[in-house]
């Protein structure tokens, strides 16, 4: 299968508190993307980290990648309660289709 | 700032009818997109169109359902026998050529009873 995965599928931290969410993947990819989505709502893109990046900043985001284990982490830092979503990562493939991870719920306790 | 719209937000129709989603994409983008994402689960690709040709489709796009761009504006899916399966959240999505972020709609709610 080439579906992404996601870890954790939920997770639940304080406000202030910095959370983790890991993506992993199976083929090759051109970009990994990830996206946030509050319920019931559409997709938001965040940020996108191409094939031979390392890592990428972007407000309270970090995104890592690391090819060698196909993986991609996405830290969040001093969270907000306003950052309760749920977030997937996505994998762009080499026919340039984006292939989805099943997402992390995340819960930001005031 | 320009998005990308949908509607409606909510359709219900009934097992064997057809239903038509429509979507206004970002203007001056030329690459079209349609996600399904069931409910609790996965987003999952549908079909990309660009330059008025579906460019790729997933085994989920089967004979049952096919895209549209019937104006300038305009992109729609259509499903012509809806299975209760069909029931999700349909998303559709553009973007410029070279840039692979894409823009998504918010969404219609697809119900099939």
């Known amino acids: 299968s080439q579906q992404g995965e996601e870890d954790p599928q939920a997770l639940s931290i304080q406000e202030g508190e910095n959370a983790t969410m890991n993506c992993s993947y199976k083929?090759?990819?051109?970009?990994l993307q990830w996206y946030r989505q509050n319920s019931g709502r559409g997709l938001v893109h965040l940020i996108l980290?191409?094939?031979n990046e390392r890592e990428k900043h972007s407000g309270r985001l970090r995104v890592t990648l690391d090819t060698s284990k196909k993986s991609s982490s996405l830290l969040i830092t001093a969270s907000r309660a306003a950052d309760t979503a749920s977030y997937f990562c996505?994998?762009?493939?080499?026919?340039?289709?984006?292939?989805w991870g099943a997402g992390t719920k995340l819960i930001i306790k005031p | 700032e320009p998005e990308v719209t949908q509607t409606p937000s909510h359709q219900v129709t009934q097992m064997g009818q057809e239903v038509i989603l429509r979507c206004v994409p970002i203007?001056?983008?030329?690459?079209f997109y349609w996600y399904r994402q069931i409910l609790g689960q996965k987003v999952e690709f549908l079909v990309s169109?660009?330059?008025?040709?579906?460019?790729?489709k997933s085994e989920i796009f089967d004979d049952q359902f096919s895209v549209e761009r019937p104006d300038g504006s305009n992109f729609t899916l259509k499903i012509r026998s809806t299975k209760l399966e069909d029931s999700a959240m349909y998303f559709c999505?553009?973007?410029?050529?070279?840039?692979?972020?894409?823009?998504f709609g918010p969404g219609t709610r697809l119900t099939v009873t």
């Open positions: 999505a553009s973007n410029w050529p070279g840039l692979y972020e894409q823009y």
């Open positions: 203007s001056n983008h030329l690459y």
């Open positions: 169109f660009y330059n008025n040709e579906i460019s790729e």
């Open positions: 083929t090759s990819i051109n970009n």
């Open positions: 980290i191409r094939s």
């Open positions: 996505a994998f762009m493939d080499s026919n340039y289709q984006l292939i």
